[in-house]
């Protein structure tokens, strides 16, 4: 029986404890990316503070175009010249290429915040694997620039729910850090069907793509339409082809 109980001692005494992170991932559209930095502030009664700010934030894919990874592990706690932190937010940004110059992408931005205590309707919910997800939705925009009227692509998310509808913020979620540890949080974006002009009343809308209005002449760079929809002008793809009509260059 002494034998039994020094077993049971032992095996008590190497119950783990709950880890002090979570896991971060994303699903998002193909070729898509998102970073991260991951942002402390000390910890709940704490004086002490980190001069300037150095080494108070983690980043993560912060070079997405040379190697990314799409799950991340996230402390709750660092400490930081002998300050206790814990962590407040995470700041993401969705990104995306649309060309092979590094000018050639977008990205917009959502938000994990994290408290010690909320209300239960700002709260993320946990299901029984121990995972939560937030939803958004990105959607492409386009534009023209510069006196070749080069195309420039922007990238605008929205927050949505389970069921698609879109709200006006980013897409967000909040949680407490009670409810993290050994958790994963899950960032579930998808991508609008179709693109649409990043600025009204400068692109008219064709059966089978948009044309780029004149305006006053081919160096007008606002070039407002002003209801005339007969005259258009030729711009420039990312790749230097001269197109028409967009996305399919030619008619």
């Known amino acids: ?148 009227r080069i195309l420039r692509k922007l990238l605008d998310c929205k927050k949505n729910d389970e069921l698609g509808a879109l709200a006006q913020s980013r897409p967000f979620a909040a949680y407490t850090l009670d409810q993290l540890p050994g958790k994963t949080v899950r960032m579930k974006i998808d991508l609008a069907a179709e693109e649409r002009p990043a600025i009204g009343k400068t692109w008219v809308k064709v059966p089978n793509g948009w044309k780029r209005c004149l305006g006053d002449n081919f160096e007008d760079q606002d070039a407002f339409c002003f209801g005339n929809h007969t005259d258009f002008s030729t711009f420039q793809m990312v790749d230097g082809r001269i197109c028409t009509i967009y996305p399919g260059c030619t008619e």
């Open 1 to 148: 029986m002494a034998v039994l109980g020094s077993c049971f001692a032992l095996i008590v005494g190497c119950k783990s404890s709950p880890p002090d992170s979570f896991t971060f991932t994303a699903d998002l559209p193909p070729g898509f990316a998102y970073e991260a930095i991951a942002k402390y502030v000390p910890a709940k009664g704490e004086t002490c503070t980190v001069p300037d700010g150095r080494n108070t934030a983690v980043g993560y894919n912060l070079k997405w175009r040379e190697h990314y990874e799409p799950v991340s592990e996230i402390a709750l706690h660092r400490t930081v010249k002998g300050c206790p932190l814990v962590i407040w937010k995470i700041d993401i940004e969705i990104r995306a290429a649309y060309g092979k110059s590094r000018r050639d992408s977008s990205g917009d931005s959502a938000v994990i915040a994290l408290r010690d205590n909320l209300e239960a309707k700002y709260k993320g919910v946990f299901d029984r694997s121990g995972e939560s997800t937030f939803f958004g939705q990105c959607q492409w925009l386009f534009r023209t620039i510069g006196k070749p």
